[in-house]
């Protein structure tokens, strides 16, 4: 396995970044999640525009431009050669001493991984997975906000801990104001009465999986609503599902002690799932 650092390719062994990296001392830094399905990388335009989005906003200047870092990642897929993957773009702030100031980091680390991947949840998309709803809450959009994709993830953490001392697949975090955000690292939906609802992404990410989950119930005529949903609204819904890129779209089934409608992924959940996996069959950049 190869890993790209900066222009250069090293085995997984010897891929090192410095220590005094601030990605590593402070989580200042970018990255984004990206699937590969039989030699073509799903919806790669859209991640790298999020990639420099997710930059522009922190004020990080990526050294590559966006043809650079596509041809980057493609060619890192290439010497790996894999044909389903997932690949892992990171940009962090770069070398710089033990204080905090970001200017004393002049050059930004690049970063590319990639790795073989599968079905994330294994046999839960037939069967659905549990959730829990945890107590940590979503950071505030007013300091740091979800949309940015950053190296600092312990919010994300601190609520999958819970979850898995709770006994459940993925957790269901709540903002500040009680509405439901997302899980530990996807977007959310909720179906009720053949209408599917999920949250506004000011308080979550803005799913590249999430957007294709919205086209796909365009083209098959299911109403969407974006709207502020609570635990009533879970509790209560026909169908619950997650969608992430390494998560694809899963189906919950059991939250907090109660069945989700039948207790059994649902038709609509279902319907999607086969769209979902049809997008990620006929698109995507081809690799060779």
């Given amino acids: 396995m190869f890993v790209y650092i900066d222009g250069t390719m090293y085995p997984k062994e010897e891929a090192k970044i410095s220590v005094f990296d601030h990605g590593l001392l402070y989580g200042d830094g970018v990255f984004e999640g990206i699937r590969m399905y039989n030699g073509r990388i799903f919806r790669l335009p859209e991640h790298i525009d999020r990639l420099y989005d997710s ?16 041809a980057a990642i493609i060619e890192t897929v290439r010497k790996n050669g894999f044909k389903n993957a997932y690949i892992r773009p990171i940009v962090t702030r770069g070398v710089g001493d033990l204080g905090l100031c970001p200017t004393k980091c002049p050059k930004p680390t690049v970063i590319i991984i990639a790795t073989e991947w599968g079905a994330m949840y294994g046999d839960l998309y037939e069967k659905g997975l549990r959730a829990v709803t945890v107590s940590i809450r979503r950071n505030p959009c007013c300091t740091l906000p979800p949309n940015i994709k950053s190296l600092n993830y312990l919010n994300n953490i601190l609520a999958k801990i819970e979850a898995n001392c709770k006994g ?8 500040m104001q009680g509405h439901i955000s997302e899980g530990s690292g996807d977007n959310i939906f909720i179906i009720k009465n053949g209408v599917i609802y999920t949250p506004p992404t000011l308080n979550n990410l803005r799913g590249i999986t999430r957007m294709v989950v919205l086209e796909n119930a365009k083209a098959l005529g299911i109403p969407v609503v974006e709207t502020n949903l609570g635990y009533f609204d879970l509790y209560t819904a026909d169908e619950v599902f997650v969608t992430g890129t390494a998560a694809e779209v899963a189906p919950i ?3 907090d002690g109660r069945d989700i409608g039948s ?26």
């Avoid at 992924?265 to 081809?286: N, S, Y």
Wanted: overall charge negative; glycine content about 8%; proline content about 8%.
């Fill in 253 to 255: 089934v059991h939250i």
């Fill in 55 to 70: 930059a522009k906003a922190i004020d990080l200047c990526i050294p590559l431009t966006k043809d650079q870092m596509t």
């Fill in 168 to 175: 459940g697949d993925e957790a269901i975090i709540f903002d």
């Fill in 263 to 288: 207790g059994r992924p649902g038709p609509i959940t279902r319907q999607l799932m086969a769209a979902f996996r049809a997008a990620t069959e006929r698109e995507g950049t081809p690799v060779s």
